[in-house]
C-alpha cells in the first residue's frame, strides 16, 4: 500500500509520454506555426522534481486532449541546444508558441496552479 502512490506517478508517467510526440536528437525541432503548440522540456533523470509539471499536464489533458497529444516533449538530453532559442536555462520548463511567439512560459520550480492558469487561459482563447 505504501508505494501505491509511487506506481500510480509512475503509470501517470508512462500515460502521458506514450501520447506526446517526443523530439529525437536526430530530428530538428518543427513547430506547426498555424497552431498553439505545447513544448516541455523534462529531465526524464530528476522526474521527482517535475511532479508538479505532470499533474499540470494531467489537468490540462481533460479540457486539451488534443494540445497534449500534439505536445512536443524536450528532454534534457537534447535540450541545451533550444535553452537560447527559449530563453529559458533548463529544465523543467513548458512553454506555449504560436506564431513564431511564446505565449506562455513557465521555468523552473513551480506550482500546479502556475503553471495550468496560464497556459489554461491561453489555450482557451482559440
Keep these: 500500500m505504501k508505494g501505491m502512490p509511487l506506481l500510480l506517478f509512475i503509470a501517470s508517467l508512462l500515460f502521458i509520454a ?7 536528437s536526430k530530428e530538428d525541432l ?10 516541455f522540456f523534462t529531465d526524464d ?11 499540470a499536464i494531467i489537468e490540462l489533458k481533460k479540457e486539451f486532449p488534443i494540445d497534449i497529444k500534439n505536445m512536443k516533449i524536450i528532454t534534457a538530453a537534447n535540450a541545451k541546444k533550444y535553452y537560447d532559442q527559449f530563453d529559458i536555462d533548463g529544465c523543467p520548463a513548458i512553454l506555449l508558441v504560436y506564431n513564431d511567439k511564446i505565449l506562455v512560459k513557465v521555468k523552473g520550480e513551480a506550482t500546479k496552479e502556475q503553471i495550468v492558469k496560464p497556459l489554461y487561459s ?4 482559440k
Design 18 to 24: 506514450s501520447s506526446c510526440n517526443h523530439v529525437d
Design 122 to 125: 491561453a489555450l482557451k482563447n
Design 45 to 55: 533523470q530528476a522526474y521527482e522534481h517535475e511532479v508538479t509539471y505532470y499533474d
Design 30 to 39: 518543427t513547430i506547426d506555426q498555424n497552431i498553439k503548440q505545447l513544448i
